[in-house]
């Protein structure tokens, strides 16, 4: 609700002024006065390159906040799945080494031996392990893992689908500011306005019900270190096309599309 206020106003038909002339009251052609206060900003929709500017600021800004969002739930996710695997896992392989001891007991044990070591193993072993399980159990439904990997999953595939629809308005607009039509813009806002703008607002109190103020301080500095390798190997690969069309080195294209399908092919066949 951040834009409301600031792109609310439309300034009659000189959207984009050539030339700022002050008229005789002090209010020049693109509706600024002489202290500097857009005159028109109090009425309508206002519909200027600087007002698009700033609502292609505030959905980058918009997108940016639901991206975090979305990366702290997946980091989440990652780590209620690998408890739940750990421990699922665990109870799977206890079992199968219980059922291992009873069938060795059945087997390899004597009843007629009398070595204590081996009865006392066989006897209390069962014990112990059964223990493990119905207590690795208990901590499995105690903590809920896959319901709330569930839940987590279904505000992960909000929050991506926000983060689309965002992208999407945001390249819209932004394409207004080289070809500028008046009407299908005020559309594009009241829209962004009455449909987005309230489904982020829904989106974002979901977010906020699985986010502590904790999260932020274990995932934080991950999400950014992340987010600079991204960057580092970006600049890296633009240097690279850099270097390769200045030094121009001897690297033959055809040669390496032909060594990448025969490596293709190889996997291929690895599969079948």
């Known amino acids: 609700m ?25 209010v020049n052609s693109s509706g600024v006065n002489s202290s500097g206060v857009n005159s028109s900003c109090s009425k309508e929709l206002c519909l200027n390159i600087n007002c698009i500017d700033d609502l292609i600021n505030h959905i980058r800004e918009k997108k940016r906040r639901m ?10 996710y990652h780590k209620y799945k690998s408890c739940h695997n750990f421990w699922s896992v665990s109870t799977i392989l206890l079992s199968s080494v ?9 087997i390899f044990v004597d009843p ?53 629809r965002l992208k999407i308005k945001k390249e819209v607009i932004q394409l207004q500011k080289n ?14 306005n009455d449909e987005i703008l309230q489904e982020y607002c829904i989106i974002y109190q979901e977010s906020q019900k699985y986010i502590k103020s904790t999260d932020y301080d274990k995932y934080a500095k991950q999400i950014n270190y992340s ?38 092919k190889l996997n291929n066949k690895c599969f079948c």
């Open 227 to 264: 987010e600079l390798y991204k960057h580092m190997i970006e600049q890296e690969r633009q240097e690279f096309y850099e270097h390769y069309k200045e030094h121009k080195p001897k690297i033959v294209l055809e040669e390496v599309m032909k060594k990448t399908s025969e490596k293709g």
């Open 67 to 76: 991206d975090l969002f979305r990366k702290i739930l997946e980091l989440k």
């Open 98 to 106: 219980l059922t291992l001891i009873e069938s060795c007991k059945l």
């Open 179 to 192: 070809c500028y039509d008046e009407k299908l813009l005020k559309d594009i806002i009241n829209a962004y």
């Open 112 to 164: 007629d031996d009398q070595n204590e070591t081996s009865e006392e193993f066989f006897a209390f072993s069962p014990i112990f392990i059964s223990t493990v399980i119905t207590c690795s159990t208990s901590i499995l439904k105690f903590k809920k893992y896959q319901e709330k990997m569930e839940l987590l999953n279904n505000v992960i595939q909000n929050c991506v689908g926000m983060v689309g």
């Open 2 to 26: 951040e834009m409301v206020g600031r792109i609310m106003n439309f300034n009659g038909g000189n959207n984009v002024p050539s030339q700022n002339v002050v008229n005789s009251s002090g």
